[in-house]
Nanobody
Framework: QVQLVESGGGLVQAGGSLRLSCTAS????????LSWYRQAAGKKRELIAA???????NYADSVKGRFTVTRDDAKNTVYLQMNALKPEDTAIYYCNADIILGPDSDLGTYDYWGPGTQVTVSL
């Protein structure tokens, strides 16, 4: 069974940085495509960054130039480096991954979500 867990959230002052991690655990799987979402209180969940299996990344305009997504397939981990944080970045951050199951990647692709990690940016 595969699990996805985010870590690295916390409280930071405006202008500061945080690095979130999203780690998949289990056996016999491979992360294909992974996205980072966030949901602020009272707002809809929004897609902010994504990275393909080949390492190509895309960003929402709201975070472009400040956030960077990278992946370390050896560690089954995807990172979200967040710089120049603003109070409006305060939200719960979630990772969402397409994961291919099976030692030979022959058991299909499934969608997984992590439980989320809170990021709070103070003035």
């Amino acid at each position: 069974q595969v699990q996805l867990v985010e870590s690295g959230g916390g409280l930071v002052q405006a202008g500061g940085s945080l690095r979130l991690s999203c780690t998949a655990s289990g056996s016999g799987f491979r992360i294909k495509h992974l996205s980072w979402y966030r949901q602020a209180a009272g707002k809809k969940r929004e897609l902010i960054a994504a990275i393909t299996a080949g390492g190509s990344a895309n960003y929402a305009d709201s975070v472009k130039g400040r956030f960077t997504v990278t992946r370390d397939d050896a560690k089954n981990t995807v990172y979200l480096q967040m710089n120049a944080l603003k109070p409006e970045d305060t939200a719960i951050y979630y990772c969402n991954a397409d994961i291919i199951l099976g030692p030979d990647s022959d058991l299909g692709t499934y969608d997984y979500w992590g439980p989320g990690t809170q990021v709070t940016v103070s003035l």
